[in-house]
């Protein structure tokens, strides 16, 4: 199957603007203030939006699914885990609603996404 070039630009463009998008600084650190940015529709669901509809959005999914693939190696699991834990310390999120999200988006991630939880431990 021949992809037509306007396709095949499109795609370029797709992978060309994620690889730029990804929020690691120059030395490949995460950066936990993009990653919040990220999550905040996750943190907006799993603060009040689950009562209402109890659907995960979709914006908060595609997040998880590119959070996921971030975690390349041990440091940027950890650091991903601290972002989370970090966003969800002061607020007050049902543990089963927020352990839940990730299994919800089909995704699994390598720590359970909870404000109590050891990132030195996944």
Sequence with gaps: MRLS?????????LIISLLLSRPYSSDGAVKCKEIAQRIKPCIDWMSIGYKSTGIVPKTCCNEIFRLNGMGVNREAELAICECFKSEMQD???DDKVSISISGRCGVLLPFPIVPNVNCSEI
């Design 5 to 13: 070039s306007s396709t095949f630009s499109l795609v370029a463009i």
């Design 91 to 93: 607020l007050n999120i």
